[in-house]
Nanobody
Framework: QVQLVESGGGSVQPGGSLRLSCAAS????????IGWFRQAPGKEREGVAC????????DYDDSVKGRFTISSDIGKSMVYLQMNSLEPEDTALYYC??????????????????WGQGTQVTVSS
C-alpha cells in the first residue's frame, strides 16, 4: 500500500524558511510524480509545486515561484520542498501526493490518487 509521510512543518516568522520532506513508500519516484499541495482554513486545496523525477520536470504555482524549490532523491524515495521568504499567506496544511508518471507532470489535485496526512506550516510574527 502506498504511504506518503510529510514532515518538516512548523512555525516561522515572515521572511523565514522551512524545508518540508515527503517520504514515499513503497513506490519508486522513477514511476511516480509527486506534488505538494496546501489547504488553508476555509479555502480549497491548491497546488504548490510538483515534480517528475524521471523526466526532470517541475512546475510551480505562480504564488510561490522564486521562493519555493521542489527537489527529489530517487534513491531515497524522498521529495523536498524548500520554502524561503515565507509570508503569512503561506500558512496552511501542506500535503504531498503521488500519481503515476505519464510524462506530463500532473498539476491539479484531481489528478493525484495517493495522499499523505499533511504537515502544518504557520507563518506569523
Amino acid at each position: 500500500q502506498v504511504q506518503l509521510v510529510e514532515s518538516g512543518g512548523g512555525s516561522v516568522q515572515p521572511g523565514g524558511s522551512l524545508r518540508l520532506s515527503c517520504a514515499a513508500s513503497p513506490l519508486s519516484l522513477e514511476y511516480y510524480a509527486i506534488g505538494w499541495f496546501r489547504q488553508a482554513p476555509g479555502k480549497e486545496r491548491e497546488g504548490v509545486a510538483c515534480v517528475s523525477s524521471n523526466h526532470g520536470s517541475v512546475d510551480y504555482d505562480d504564488s510561490v515561484k522564486g521562493r519555493f524549490t521542489i527537489s527529489s532523491d530517487i534513491g531515497k524515495s524522498m521529495v523536498y520542498l524548500q520554502m524561503n521568504s515565507l509570508e503569512p499567506e503561506d500558512t496552511a496544511l501542506y500535503y504531498c501526493a503521488a500519481e503515476s508518471d505519464t510524462g506530463v507532470v500532473p498539476t491539479t489535485r484531481e489528478q493525484y490518487h495517493y495522499w499523505g496526512q499533511g504537515t502544518q506550516v504557520t507563518v506569523s510574527s
